[in-house]
């Protein structure tokens, strides 16, 4: 097996020479979250020169916030969207293959509690095998009350029939962002976090480029592209106006909100992911296991604002203690809340007349501007791969860019990915996180020092030298995940992870808005 490469610096002096040394890029992409990023890796691995700009850190939105799962989509199976469904499925089995560390196969049962709920679901749920086929994960099996009760321990008993038990998958959103930032890296591509996309070049009406600044310096660099991706999820309206000639169109998405709440392990009770397909009021309710903790969600909130910190409501909240409480044999209270948190999801209006549309799926929707402007949102993480492949089609049907062969991401292992091995993304983090790069991680300073269990002082130098971050935040919410696990023990190592980063790059780590950020984590509406 060949060895696993070092892991590259990402040194952000040296980022910024190189920006300011090359002008000129085939690809320009703004965003930085799983669609910027899944559009950054396929275009460097055909060859494009690339460069990729994001405002603040990669998967600061919505890209972290997510549920943590792979999956096809059982409720768009029940809507009949079987092309979306099978898509998806396909997805799935790809990013299992080439981030093994980071995810993984995830059992489900979903509890009976009527006669008709276990044949009913079984019978979906075998479809959904059918559908995946040679990419599926396992068999569809139909539970009676003692295997249900196996599987999960902690699940409301009375009245309880039996259960189905399927697969799907699950993973660690912000780290796999960054392996796909990483991986890119790793093919030649630029990329920058905190350097903010503030204006959109144009000669002759057609986009020819942007201007950026370093948020930390304020200084700007302008960048010459031949194709400008606005990969920017829910706020991708706000560089369109940037655009000369789309000022006058209306915004082409509508945010939705979904509201997460972190418990402790004790209550699911092993290694299994409960599904409640109809709750009281005919919503969706997951309790997963991850990384040693529960996550209850989610809700579907319309939201009239962007905000990069949104709130959760009160009803939300209350939604979600209440139906876990129906399902579960101790029910969880406000006070069980380790952490809180939100993301928005980037749901697609129909387009205008006038703008040439791709509309790829009900997910996902690429836009062609008159300018030139290339839009990409919607979707979900499942199928990041298949977006960048449509965006890239997109491009070259303009001919913005060379038409190349697709395909080239399918069997791309990501880094870390080295030994192949698969990673128990249920049980609480650590050095396995880092799959093949482990060996690299041991030779920093501090390796033998735990901040907390999980986490040591040498994960934090990796996170400065090799992972891009930058402060506080980008530490304990996204390269470790402590602010999403449990937002108080986050607020008391933050000093601690200051101090490291600090002597690593001399950058400013932002310190009192993380203790802010955390303490906001940890209050519930």
Known sequence: MPSTPAPLPTRRADLLARL???????????GGGATGLGVALDAAARGFSVVLVESHDFAKGTSSRSTKLVHGGVRYLA???????????????????????LAQPLAFVMPSYRWWETPFYGLGLTAY???AGRAGLGKTELLNRADTLRHLPTVAPQGLRGGVKYWDGQFND???????????????????????????????????????????????????????????????DRLREKDDLAKAHRPI???????????????????TALLVPKTADGRVLFAVPWLGKVILGTTDTARPGLELEPQALKEEVDFILNEAGRCLRKAPTRADVKSIW?????????????????????????????????????GKWTTYRAMAEDVLAKCAERRLIKRRPGGVTTRLPLVGAGNGSQVPLEQAPGEHSYGSEQAALRELPGQDITLCPGLTEAMVRFAARHEYAITVEDVLARRSRLLFLDARL????????AAILAEEHGLPVQLPEFQALAQRYTQLP
């Open 174 to 236: 912000a780290r796999l962002a960054l392996a796909l930032a990483r991986t890119a890296a790793a093919r030649g591509a630029l990329l920058l976090n905190y350097c903010e996309a503030v204006e959109l070049s144009h000669h002759d009406g057609q986009i020819t480029g942007l201007v950026c600044a370093d948020t930390l310096s304020g200084q700007r660099f302008p960048i010459h592209a031949r194709c400008v991706v606005n990969a920017t999820g829910v706020w991708v």
């Open 79 to 101: 809507q009949g969207n079987i092309a979306l469904v099978r898509e998806a499925l396909h997805e799935r089995s790809t990013l299992l293959h080439n981030a093994p560390h």
């Open 129 to 131: 095998d059918m559908l």
């Open 490 to 497: 986050a607020r008391q190592l933050a000093p601690r992870v």
């Open 342 to 378: 939100v993301g928005l999801r980037p749901l697609v209006k129909p387009p205008e007349d006038g703008e040439g549309s791709a509309s790829i799926s009900r997910e996902h929707t690429v836009l062609l501007g008159r300018s030139g402007l290339v839009t990409v949102t919607g």
């Open 253 to 271: 998405v509508a945010p939705s909100q979904g509201v997460h709440l972190v418990v402790d392990r004790e209550f699911l009770g092993g290694d």
């Open 20 to 30: 300011a040394a090359q002008p000129a890029y085939d690809v320009a992409v703004v």
